[in-house]
């Protein structure tokens, strides 16, 4: 039997962005309770280049867990604007 897994790791890009850091969080969950905050965050950054051309692409943290990278405006989950969302321009 397969099982279809879904990525927590997915991180929604802008459409001209060409570099991306973000935090794998199977790290963070893994590092809860074991170790400091900021030793969990060092830990779980991801960083990394994206061709302008792909919309969809992967990447590993130093644990080896896969993190999706797409880009679009924003999340399907966020069609509508909501004041309390984080905006980086």
Known sequence: MTHERT????????PSATTFSCLCEECLDA???????LDAVRVAVVRGDLALDADVAFARCAEGHEVVLRRGSR???LTRRDARQLQIG
């Open 7 to 14: 990525s927590r790791n997915t991180v929604w890009l802008a």
């Open 31 to 37: 590092a809860r309770g074991a170790a400091s905050f």
């Open 75 to 77: 999340p399907p989950s």
